[in-house]
Each structure stands twice: as C-alpha cells, then as structure tokens.
C-alpha cells in the first residue's frame, strides 16, 4: 500500500534510482529506466545497506527492520535472496563483512547494543559477538577490530568482543546553557 497513507521511513539513493522504505513494510525500487520494483517485509525498515562492487554498480541490499530482521534482496527486481533474525529490537547499524558470489556475512548491531555475525555457513540467528547495552549508531571492521559507534563515542574491540580503546575519557562534552546571561548596561551605554 504505497501512497499518502504509507509514508516513507527510510530512502537510499543510487546511480541508476532509488529505494524507498515504507512504514508499512513495502520497498519500492524507482529506476531512472526501467520498471519500478516493489518488495513486502514483515515490517518497516529501519536501516538500508546498498551492497555492489562500487558505488555506481549496487547490486544488492541489505534491510534491517525494526522487528530486529536484516533481508537481502537483489537488485534492480527486489528478489528475495535470504533472511536472518539476529535481534529482538530494531537494526541500527549494518556492515558487510564478505561477499562472494551470493554468499554474503554482515556484522549487525541493534538498539539494545547487541553486535552479531550473521550470514553464510552460520546459524539463522547469527553469533553474538558482544552487548554494549546502549544504542549503536554505526559498526566497521577490519582484519582484527570491530569500530563501533555509539553517537559520538569510539569504541574498539577485538574480534572475540573485548574491548580494545575506549575514547569515552577524551570525548568532547557540550555544555547546554539553560539561563541567558544578564546584561547590565547603564543608560548612558545604551545610546548610540
């Protein structure tokens, strides 16, 4: 039920079109040529992953819902390729770990904290590889670390889950002024 009634949540823009994530679950491809593509999730979205060999060749996607699912559909015909079911709470973060072929490994996180491994040759629900317990904003990888965000803190750690830096000592505080400051000036300063 793409319309008025079903508003857009989520969007990812590509070269060759754009996806739009509706709340009520429906994705709809809008190519720049071509035909238009429409997909059903259980729920809405709420993260979007284009995957593809570059940024102007996105063959694929990744959703994560806010039901704590992550689908991989193909593209530009929104086939259903695989699904998992890592979380319990909404997917706020996605992150490709491999790829060949359609053999595809993500690193998920949620909103509860949790990270998993979810993908090819392992379970439907994926291995929990650590619980922050708060928010995680955005995950990345390399060969040995996982860098994790949670708003504007770094964290490290290594591939078993422990932490390896923490930048929460060195993180930048904003000050919120709640009273404004009084001005005393004296008639004589007020004229110009």
């Not at 060759?16 to 729920?43: C, M, Q, R, T, Y």
């Not at 889950?161 to 009273?179: A, D, E, L, V």
Request: charged share 20%.
């Amino acid at each position: 039920m793409v319309g008025e009634k079903d508003p857009v949540i989520r969007s990812l823009v590509l070269e060759k079109g754009f996806i739009n994530a509706h709340k009520s679950g429906d994705l709809v491809w809008w190519p720049k040529n071509g035909e238009i593509a429409i997909a059903h999730l259980h729920e809405g979205a709420s993260i979007i992953l284009g995957i593809g060999e570059n940024d102007q060749n996105i063959t694929h996607v990744a959703v994560g819902g806010v039901d704590g699912s992550v689908t991989l559909l193909s593209l530009p015909k929104l086939d259903y390729i695989d699904s998992w079911c890592p979380h319990k709470s909404p997917v706020t973060a996605l992150f490709l770990e491999k790829h060949s072929g359609n053999q595809f490994r993500f690193i998920t996180a949620d909103s509860q904290g949790n990270v998993n491994l979810i993908g090819y040759q392992l379970p439907r629900t994926g291995v929990k590889i650590l619980n922050l317990g708060r928010r995680i904003t955005s995950i990345s990888a390399n060969r040995e670390q996982l860098i994790v965000m949670s708003g504007w803190q770094r964290m490290v750690f290594n591939r078993k889950g422990s932490t390896i830096t923490n930048n929460r000592k060195n993180i930048s505080r904003r000050m919120i002024q709640t009273k404004l400051p009084l001005i005393n000036r004296s008639p004589r300063q007020a004229k110009v």
